[in-house]
């Protein structure tokens, strides 16, 4: 190989080179637009929760999560838009409400003393309600 193939092959490795730490670049950049520009949507959710056998529906515990270990039915309990941690005790209806919850797809367990645990997929959309139905204890 003379000097001259020597400089050219030089010459295209360089640029081989440059055009990949450009492409590694522009990639990194669009990954880091794309988080910015994904913003959480937050919704408000409503729901019931009915007791087989029972005609006061008060005292369930509602937490609204991430799935952790779905064999021992344990979730992460999400964050509300406030910071607030997602649980809270049905009233004597058996309703639950939780304000400023982020969209997309989570679980809800519902237990009480007695009754068998219930864990519940639902997908919130980014609409200004999510009504969940009735979650049935037994």
Known sequence: ???????????????????????IFLLLATR???????????TNV????????????????????????????????????SGEIMRITTDKKGNFSFEGSPSGVHWIVAEAKGCKTVLKAVRLETSEENLIPDIVLK
């Open 32 to 42: 880091m637009y794309r988080k910015r520009t994904c913003a959480k949507f937050y």
């Open 46 to 81: 409503r729901g019931r929760v009915v007791i087989k056998g029972k005609v006061d529906y008060s005292g369930v515990q509602i937490t609204f999560g991430k799935l952790r270990n779905k064999d021992s039915v344990k979730v992460t309990p999400l964050l509300s838009k």
């Open 1 to 23: 190989m003379d000097m001259l193939q020597m400089t050219h092959l030089i010459d295209y490795l360089a640029v081989a080179v440059a055009i990949t730490i450009i492409l």
